[in-house]
C-alpha cells in the first residue's frame, strides 16, 4: 500500500515563527501536493509538485512556500507563520498519470498562537 | 464542487438503510470525478471514481452516479454500516487541468444505530 507520511500530527508555533512541514512518500509518485482544510471550505490546494525541484501555485499560496530537492518528499514552509493559517495541513501524493487518485497523509493539525 | 458555506452538510441514517450524499459542481469542462471518504483524525481515503464518458460506475456496496445535464454527482452507499461514519468529499477535474483536483465542502454522515 501507498504510504504518505506526515512527519508531525499535531504542531504549535508562534505568530512569526518559520514553520516546516514535512512529507513523504514510498511508492515513486512523481506529483505531490500540499492543501489546507478548514471547517465548511473543503480541501484547497496550496502548493504542487511534478518532479523535483518544480513546483507551482495552487489556489491560495500566499504566506506559504514549498521545497522539493528529493522526489519522495515535499516540504511547506510558512515562511512568518500568522493565526490565520491555523488548520489542518494535509499533503498528497499520485502517479503522473492522467485522472489518477490521490493518496493522502493524515495530516499535520497546526495552530498559531 | 459544491457551494462554500461555513456548516457541513449533515446527513443522518439508520444502521441497515442506503445513504446518498450529493455534490454539484459547475465546470462542464470536468471530466473527472472522485468521491473521497474522511474519518475522524485520518486523511481523504480514496472510494470510488467515475469519467465523464459514463453515467454510473458500481463498487462494493458503493455507487456513484454522474448526471453531466445538470452537473450533479451522487455517491450511494447501500446497507450503511456504522463504519461508514465519515465526512465525503467530491472532487472534479477537467480535462487536461493536469490532476488538480477541485473539492467540494463535504458532507458528513452520521450512523445511527
Known amino acids: 500500500d501507498v504510504k504518505v507520511t506526515q512527519s508531525s500530527r499535531y504542531l504549535v508555533k508562534r505568530t512569526g515563527e518559520k514553520v516546516f512541514l514535512e512529507c513523504v512518500q514510498d511508492?515513486?509518485?512523481?506529483?505531490m501536493f500540499w492543501y489546507r482544510q478548514d471547517p465548511g471550505l473543503g480541501l484547497r490546494l496550496i502548493y504542487f509538485?511534478?518532479?523535483?525541484?518544480?513546483?507551482e501555485k495552487g489556489d491560495i499560496p500566499e504566506g506559504y512556500s514549498v521545497s522539493r530537492e528529493k522526489k519522495e518528499r515535499f516540504s511547506l514552509i510558512l515562511e512568518s507563520a500568522s493565526t490565520n493559517q491555523t488548520s489542518m495541513y494535509l499533503c498528497?501524493?499520485?502517479?503522473?498519470?492522467?485522472?489518477?487518485?490521490?493518496?493522502f497523509g493524515s495530516g499535520t493539525q497546526l495552530s498559531v498562537l | 464542487g459544491e457551494s462554500v458555506g461555513l456548516h457541513l452538510p449533515t446527513l443522518s441514517v439508520q444502521e441497515g438503510d442506503n445513504s446518498i450524499i450529493n455534490c454539484a459542481y459547475s465546470?462542464?469542462?470536468?471530466?473527472?470525478f472522485i468521491w473521497y471518504k474522511q474519518e475522524s483524525g485520518k486523511g481523504p481515503q480514496f472510494i470510488i471514481d467515475i469519467r465523464s464518458n459514463m453515467d454510473k460506475r458500481q463498487g462494493q456496496r458503493v455507487t456513484v452516479l454522474l448526471n453531466k445535464t445538470v452537473k450533479h454527482l451522487s455517491l450511494q452507499i447501500a446497507a450503511t454500516q456504522p463504519g461508514d461514519s465519515a465526512v465525503y468529499f467530491c472532487a472534479e477535474t477537467p480535462t487536461g487541468g493536469g490532476n488538480k483536483l477541485t473539492f467540494g465542502t463535504g458532507t458528513q454522515l452520521k450512523v445511527e444505530l
Open positions: 465546470n462542464s469542462a470536468s471530466d473527472y
Open positions: 509538485s511534478y518532479d523535483v525541484k518544480m513546483k
Open positions: 498528497a501524493s499520485e502517479r503522473a498519470v492522467q485522472n489518477e487518485k490521490l493518496f
Open positions: 511508492m515513486d509518485h512523481e506529483n
